[in-house]
């Protein structure tokens, strides 16, 4: 007998999902998390659904985690000291930027604080000319000389980034293997391993955000593998990267800017593989929890991708899902101006103290508040009936800072916060599909989340959204992804080539070849073998006198002239779509290629969730629950999820439980169980 286990380790809660890989079964289990002390929280609940399941250790064939500790690292600035060694003349672009304005009309808005203050920022003599070749070669006594210094100044890690080391690393590798040397216990990372593209600001704030995250993401995986190892557990663990993929706590150690996305691409990878089990293509994921929610586009089968995200207002060159977040979750806060609007978010309770009915102390009014006000969730079934709460702190809170202030009853405060929250989540929905030309009610709602079920059929109707699907464990999905999931390796490599050279297949072959080896090294680290991985080509391509690119896949190598001539074709297409017009006779530049290495790990054929997770808690009762449409509070009935089985529907006004969620049926919604355990929920034509 062996098991599989996903773990999903999120600001509010910690969750499990664990297959008997016999039998098929599935258990579930969430718990608070533990932010002062993260692996506390994520060690105890592997034991605990080890033994809910009768397992032990020895039985884990596998454990993959998805962790937002390099997030919340990156976010409240606890990252290491780090300092930086730079081109002469270049240690003040962290801080110029680009100087651009996304609030532009904010009196008093502020760039965040750089992550290296300028003392820690450091020069020395080099130079490396935009085709690659050597204007001056580096300084290594230079370079002792500013890694003593920032030595002395307690930095525990060092980034190094020289101006177009993209197009030939020289100088930085004679960098990095000095100051490697000198000081072995330093933690360094170096722009051409970590961002090898070429816009300098962005590839330098990449390697800063690297070097930061390094030791205290080292400390944590050694402490997770060490913990892992006294339960018993002889299997490496693997971790989530952000692009949708797992990979070695050895590649995650040196590469942390890889794990900032980690915890919402479990997510999107399960509702991938649903949709695969569905025959659905095009989804729109909405992943609410009890810190944010995040919102994802699959179409036609595949996630968006991106290779620049920001964070905080601080640029990342890594390839990721891309993943739009709100901070809309059930922690939020709700909050009056000094103008007398009411807000929801994007400052969360988190965990601890948590919303006000938790009765940990917190004095603000939640989301999971006005639910509990609503009677939209039962005070003693949450999580199994593990957590119980207080309706009366609940109301307290809503009528203190928000019924009170503003003249209304607690019920209107609580049915405005929901309302709120609810157009924040459609308004991100908008975000991924209707500012990209796209109409949402073409695709298919995903709703999971702890949270997720209990909002999805209010922002399908806002949204006109006709078919929402609730998967069969919505609470634990990111962590029940992590078993979908493959060993990925994402490279890249600038060198920007005009179609128009007689040499133009011949160097985009050279960089092909770079690629491959580096994808190789990475695999090697890892302890996998290059011959085992799938390669997946693309292509960042622009016009020539084109400022900005867009990515065009490749089925083969785009050194091969039949792919390069389909990928030109697929350039003009794309280029119509986004912009409206496409310049036939326009010569091409090849600006950025990349690699996605992808070696397949064996998967369970269930992830259904259900079966055997029976949390029987209460026979079907009916409740009081608020509904606006209605009027107010109506007699609601009450199922229980476990109870449901394929073919059974549900009419609302409804309310659905389970141990990991509760689905809220509002008047005008039905659900029904489809055959792999899912809940189609789809709305009357009076409703819309």
């Known amino acids: 007998m062996s098991v599989r286990i996903g773990v999903d380790v999120g600001g509010t809660f910690t969750d499990l999902f664990l297959v008997e890989n016999a039998t098929g079964r599935t258990h579930r289990h969430k718990l608070p998390s533990t932010p002062r002390r993260p692996t506390e929280a994520l060690i105890e609940g592997v034991r605990q659904i080890l033994a809910n399941a009768g397992f032990e250790g020895g039985d884990v064939e596998f454990l993959g985690l998805g962790t937002t500790v390099s997030t919340n690292e990156l976010l409240e600035r606890k990252g290491a000291l780090t300092g930086l060694i730079t081109t002469r003349g270049f240690r003040d672009l962290l801080e110029i930027g680009r100087q651009s304005r996304p609030h532009v009309y904010d009196l008093f808005a502020s760039k965040p604080a750089v992550l290296v203050e300028r003392r820690r920022r450091l020069e020395v003599t080099e130079r490396i000319d935009f085709d690659g070749s050597v ?17 002395r100044q307690g930095v525990k890690s060092i980034a190094i980034c020289f101006v177009n080391a993209y197009a030939n690393p020289e ?24 961002s090898p593209e070429f816009r300098e600001f962005e590839r330098l704030s990449s390697v800063v955000v690297n070097s930061y995250l390094m030791p205290g993401t080292d400390t944590y995986l050694q402490e997770f593998e ?8 002889r299997q490496q663990p693997l971790f989530m990267n952000s692009a949708g993929g797992v990979m070695a706590p050895s590649l995650a150690a040196q590469r942390p800017i890889d794990t900032l996305f980690s915890g919402p691409s479990g997510g999107v990878s399960a509702a991938r593989h649903i949709a695969d089990q569905i025959d659905t293509p095009d989804l729109i994921t909405f992943d609410m929890g009890g810190t944010s929610t995040d919102v994802c586009m699959i179409r036609g089968g595949e996630p968006e991708m991106t290779h620049n995200r920001s964070i905080d207002g601080v640029p990342i060159r890594a390839t990721a899902l891309d993943v739009h977040t709100v901070g809309a979750g059930g922690s939020s806060i709700a909050w009056i101006d000094a103008g007398g609007l009411l807000h929801v978010g994007p400052e969360s309770a988190g965990a601890q103290p948590g919303p006000a009915c938790y009765g940990r102390g917190g004095e ?51 049915a405005a916060i929901l309302e709120l929250s609810n157009h924040n989540i459609a308004q991100a929905v908008r975000y991924v599909s209707v500012e990209r030309g796209l109409d949402p009610q073409d695709f298919m709602l995903m709703a999971f989340g702890g949270a997720g079920p209990l909002h999805a059929a209010f922002v399908a109707r806002e949204l006109g959204i006709r078919r929402v699907l609730i998967p069969g464990s919505p609470g634990v999905l990111c ?79 785009p050194s091969d002239a039949k792919a390069w001539a389909d990928m030109r074709q697929a350039f003009h297409a794309a280029h119509k779509r986004q912009y409206g017009y496409a310049s036939l006779d326009k010569p091409l530049q090849m600006v950025t290629v990349r690699l996605t290495a992808v070696v397949p790990i064996e998967r369970p054929d269930n992830l259904g969730g259900a079966a055997g997770d029976a949390e029987n808690l209460t026979e079907q009762a009916n409740r009081r629950v608020f509904f606006a449409e209605s009027g107010g509070f109506v007699s609601t009935p009450v ?15 409804a309310i659905i439980e389970q141990m990991d969620t509760t689905t809220i049926l509002p008047p005008g919604f039905t659900a029904s169980v489809d055959d792999h355990n899912n809940l189609i929920i789809t709305q009357s034509e009076e409703s819309l």
């Open 226 to 233: 060490h913990q892992v190892k006294t339960l018993g557990i």
């Open 639 to 653: 199922v229980q999820r476990d109870a449901l089985t394929q073919g059974n529907s549900v009419a609302g006004p």
């Open 135 to 151: 204007l001056r070669p580096v300084d290594t006594e230079e370079v002792r000389e500013a890694a003593a210094e920032l030595v």
């Open 171 to 194: 100088n930085e590798i004679a960098a990095a293997t000095a100051i490697r040397q000198g000081w072995p216990d330093l933690y360094v990372s170096v722009s051409h391993e970590i």
């Open 364 to 414: 603000n009014p939640t989301v999971t508040d006005a639910n509990i006000v609503l009677g939209r969730l039962h005070p003693q079934h949450l999580l199994g009936g593990r957590l119980q709460v207080d309706p009366a702190l609940a109301r307290a809170a809503i009528q203190d800072k928000i019924a009170g202030p503003k003249g209304m009853s607690v019920e209107e405060a609580a």
């Open 479 to 557: 962590a029940m992804g992590v078993l979908t999931k493959d060993v990925r390796v994402d490279s890249s490599r600038t060198r920007i080539l005009d179609e128009r050279s007689d040499k133009f297949l011949d160097q985009l072959r050279w960089v092909v070849d770079e690629l491959d080896e580096t994808a190789e090294r990475s695999l090697t680290l890892q302890g996998y073998k290059r011959q085992a991985a799938r390669l997946e080509y693309s292509a960042d391509l622009r016009y020539v006198g084109q400022n900005y690119e867009i990515n065009i896949r490749s089925a083969a190598p």
